[in-house]
C-alpha cells in the first residue's frame, strides 16, 4: 500500500499515566515510509503483502499494527481508502499464528474454538473482508476463516461453524441468529474469542445495530478479549462506547480530516424549471366555449345570467373537491418532475463525460431502481444494488461492476462503506445525502490509497443547501497541506436538451414497466398471504421450535421507530446548527469589520498626526531658512551700500587732491577675475 512522496513516520507515544488513554495523530502527508519488516509481522504474511503488490505500509497501518501485535485495544480513525482493513487483518492473524490458544491451552484441551470475529455492518463488506483474509493467509497454514452473514442459505456456514473456525466474518444479525439458535437453541460458543474487531464502528453504534453488537459482547469474555475499532469517521456514541468496554484504548488518529487530498469534488447546480403541459383537445374545447360564452355575455337576460353564475358556483365547489382528492397527486407529479430533470443532467453527464466506472449513489431503493431502468432503455451498461434485491443478485451486480462487465454502478448507501473495488474513477451523487458522514463515506469509493478520483454531486439549491455548507466546510479544512478541491461543474446547453430528449423519450415506457412491477408485486404478495394461512394449518399439526432473538416484536418496533427519529431529528439537528452558525458568522463579521474600522481610524489617525509633526518641522525649518537667507540679503545689501559709499568717498577725496581716478572706474563688470577669486575657484 504505496504512501506520498514526503510522507513521514512519527514515533509511537504511549500511556504516560495509568488509567489514561494514549493518542497518536499523524498525517499521510508527513509519513516516512516504514517497511513492513520493521512492523514486526511474520514472514508468511509479508511476503502476501509483497505478492499483492503493497510496497510499503499506510500511516495507520504503520501505527496501528504494532499497537495490536503489543496486546492493546485501538480505536484508530483514518480516512476513506487509506487501508484500514489490512490494518488490523494483518496483526490479527500474526497473533493467531504466533501464540497458542489461550482457552485451550487454559483447559489443557484439544477442542477447537472460535478464537477471533470481525464484525461489518453490510453483507458485502463481510465477503470483501473473507476474500482479502484469504490473501493474506495464502503463504500460511493451520489458520481457517468462515462467514456468517444474512441473505444466502445458511447450510454452508452452519457447516463451517461445526468446525469451529479460528476466524468468524460476521454480521450482527447473523451472528445473533446463532448466538440464540444455533444447535436447536444450544448457541455458539464464542467464549474462546481473544480478538473482536469492529470495522465501520461509527455505523455499527447506531440505534438499529447497537443492540446487537452488545449482545455479542455479553457472550465474549471481557477479561481476556482485545477490541480493535476502526472507522473513517467518530461519533460521540463511539466514545462513549469506548469508554465503556475498552480498557486503556490506545486513540489513533491519522490527520484531521475526512477527506482525501487527491480527491476532486465537482458540484452541478440543477435548475428545476416548471413543467409546461401540453393542451389537449379537451382544454381547447373549453377555452372556445368560455370565448362563445364571453362574447354571447353582453346579450344575455336576467335569468340566463342568473343560472350561468349558479352553474359556476358549482363547478368551483366540485373544482374544490377534486383539488383535495388530488393534492397528493400534485405533489407527486412535483417529485417525478424534479426526478425528470434530474435524470437528465446524469444522463448527460454520463453520455459526454462520465465514460470510466463509475459508481452512482441514491437516497431511495425506488429511484435506484428507476434510474436503473432508465440507464437499460437508453443502451448504457448498468447494476444495482439496493435492499429490495436478493443477496444473490446484490453479489453479481458487484462482480460484474468489479470485472468492468458495466460501466455503471447504481446503488443505495449499502455500497457506501468499506467496499474496495478497483479502478473507480468517478462517484456521483445522484441525491446528496442528509449527514456529512454518509457523504464522505460516499466519495470514499475513489481515491483511495494515493490514487486520484472525482466526485460529482447533482445539487439541488434548495434541498441540499445544507449538506453543501458542510461539505464546503469539511473540503476547505487545512491539515498539512492536505486540501480536498472543490469546483463548480456546468452542463451546456446543447448536450442538456440532447439528453432531455432522450429521457423523455423513454420515460412513458420506465412508467408503464414500474407499474407493471407493482402490479405483479402485490399479485405475489396476495399469493403469499394466502400460503401463509394454508401454511397455518399445517402448523398445527407441525410446530417448529420458536427462534429467539435478543430484541422482542415489539422492542424491534420502538428501536425503528427511534432509529426514525433520530433520522429526522439528525436532518433537524443539521439545519437549526447551520441556522446558528451562519448567525455566529454574521455576528463574527461584523464584529470583524468594526475592528477593522476602529484599527484602520486609529491609523488614519496616527498617520495623520505623523504627517502633521512632519510638515511642522518642514515648515519650522523653511522659515528658518527663509530668515536666514533674509538676514544674508540684507547684510550684503548693507555691504555692498558701504563698499559704495566707501569707493564714492574715495572718489570725492581723490578728485578733490587731483589724482587721477582709479583704471576700470568707470563701473562696468569685468569678465576677468583676480587671482584670489580663480585660485578659490580652483580649490
Not at 499497537?67 to 485501538?74: F, K, Q, S, Y
Request: hydrophobic content about 40%; glycine content about 6%.
Amino acid at each position: 500500500m504505496p504512501l506520498e512522496d514526503g510522507d513521514e513516520y512519527a514515533p509511537r507515544r504511549t500511556a504516560g499515566d495509568a488509567g489514561a488513554a494514549a493518542v497518536i495523530e499523524g498525517s499521510e502527508q508527513t509519513q516516512e515510509k516504514v517497511m513492513w519488516l520493521e512492523l514486526g509481522l511474520c514472514k508468511a504474511l509479508i511476503r502476501a503483502v509483497s505478492h499483492l503488490g503493497y510496497i510499503a505500509p499506510t500511516p495507520v497501518q504503520a501505527k496501528a499494527i504494532p499497537a495490536v501485535l503489543r496486546g492493546v485495544d485501538v480505536c484508530a480513525r483514518a480516512v476513506t481508502g487509506s487501508g484500514k482493513t489490512a490494518a488490523f487483518l494483518l496483526p490479527l492473524a500474526h497473533l493467531l499464528l504466533t501464540r497458542q490458544p489461550q482457552k485451550a491451552t487454559m483447559m489443557n484441551s484439544r477442542r477447537r474454538f472460535i478464537r477471533a470475529v470481525v464484525l461489518l455492518p453490510t453483507r458485502e463488506l463481510g465477503v470483501q473482508c473473507q476474500e482479502m483474509l484469504r490473501q493474506l493467509l495464502q503463504f500460511t497454514s493451520g489458520l481457517t476463516v468462515a462467514l456468517a452473514i444474512g441473505g444466502v442459505a445458511p447450510a454452508a456456514q452452519v457447516a463451517a461453524l461445526d468446525a469451529a473456525p479460528d476466524i468468524l466474518v460476521a454480521t450482527p444479525g447473523r451472528l445473533v441468529d446463532y448466538i440464540h439458535n444455533y444447535k436447536d437453541g444450544a448457541g455458539l460458543d464464542l467464549t474462546g474469542v481473544e480478538v473482536l474487531v469492529l470495522d465501520e464502528c461509527d455505523k455499527m453504534l447506531t440505534v438499529t445495530l447497537q443492540d446487537q453488537v452488545l449482545d455479542i459482547l455479553q457472550h465474549v469474555p471481557e477479561e481476556t478479549r482485545q477490541m480493535l475499532m476502526f472507522s473513517a469517521t467518530m461519533t460521540k456514541d463511539v466514545d462513549e462506547f469506548a469508554r465503556e468496554h475498552l480498557f486503556k484504548p490506545l486513540n489513533i488518529d491519522i490527520g484531521h480530516i475526512a477527506l482525501q487530498s487527491k480527491l476532486r469534488q465537482q458540484f452541478v447546480r440543477i435548475r428545476i424549471t416548471p413543467e409546461t403541459p401540453t393542451p389537449t383537445a379537451d382544454d381547447v374545447d373549453a377555452a372556445t366555449a368560455t370565448t362563445a360564452a364571453a362574447a354571447a355575455k353582453g346579450s344575455e337576460t336576467p335569468r340566463e345570467k342568473r343560472l350561468r353564475q349558479k352553474r359556476r358556483r358549482a363547478e368551483r365547489a366540485s373544482a374544490d373537491d377534486e383539488d383535495m382528492q388530488n393534492g397528493a397527486a400534485t405533489a407527486e407529479s412535483e417529485q417525478e418532475h424534479i426526478a425528470k430533470v434530474k435524470t437528465r443532467y446524469l444522463v448527460a453527464l454520463c453520455h459526454n463525460y462520465l465514460k470510466d466506472k463509475t459508481i452512482i449513489f441514491c437516497r431511495y431503493r425506488t429511484t435506484t431502481h428507476r434510474l436503473t431502468l432508465v440507464f437499460k432503455a437508453l443502451g448504457l451498461s448498468v447494476a444495482e444494488v439496493q435492499g429490495n434485491q436478493l443477496q444473490e443478485e446484490r453479489f453479481l451486480a458487484f462482480e460484474k461492476f468489479a470485472r468492468s462487465e458495466v460501466r455503471y454502478l447504481i446503488t443505495t448507501d449499502v455500497a457506501s462503506r468499506g467496499l474496495d473495488i478497483q479502478g473507480v474513477a468517478t462517484v456521483l451523487n445522484y441525491d446528496l445525502p442528509p449527514t456529512l458522514t454518509a457523504y464522505i463515506h460516499r466519495v470514499g469509493r475513489t481515491a483511495r490509497i494515493g490514487q486520484t478520483g472525482t466526485a460529482v454531486s447533482l445539487v439541488h439549491e434548495v434541498e441540499d443547501a445544507d449538506i453543501m455548507r458542510k461539505i464546503l466546510s469539511v473540503s476547505g479544512a487545512i491539515n498539512d497541506h492536505q486540501v480536498a478541491t472543490v469546483k463548480r461543474r456546468d452542463v451546456p446547453d446543447a448536450l442538456l436538451a440532447k439528453a432531455t430528449k432522450d429521457v423523455d423519450s423513454v420515460f412513458p415506457q420506465v412508467r408503464a414497466q414500474l407499474a407493471a412491477e407493482q402490479l405483479e408485486e402485490k399479485i405475489s404478495q396476495a399469493e403469499r398471504r394466502y400460503g401463509a394461512t394454508k401454511d397455518g394449518f399445517l402448523s398445527e399439526v407441525t410446530t417448529k421450535a420458536k427462534r429467539e432473538w435478543c430484541l422482542s416484536r415489539e422492542e424491534r418496533k420502538k428501536r425503528d421507530e427511534e432509529a426514525r427519529r433520530l433520522y429526522e431529528k439528525e436532518a433537524e439537528v443539521t439545519i437549526n446548527h447551520f441556522q446558528n452558525e451562519l448567525s455566529n458568522l454574521a455576528r463574527e463579521e461584523t464584529e470583524i469589520l468594526q475592528r477593522q474600522r476602529k484599527v484602520r481610524r486609529l491609523e488614519r489617525d496616527k498617520k495623520t498626526r505623523e504627517e502633521g509633526k512632519v510638515k511642522a518641522r518642514a515648515r519650522e525649518l523653511r522659515m528658518k531658512s527663509e530668515k536666514k537667507i533674509q538676514a544674508g540679503v540684507v547684510k550684503k545689501l548693507k555691504q555692498r551700500k558701504i563698499r559704495q559709499a566707501s569707493k564714492e568717498r574715495r572718489a570725492a577725496a581723490r578728485a578733490q587732491k587731483g589724482v587721477a581716478p582709479y583704471k576700470h572706474g568707470d563701473g562696468k563688470q569685468r569678465n576677468k577675475k583676480s587671482r584670489h577669486k580663480r585660485r578659490m575657484k580652483k580649490h
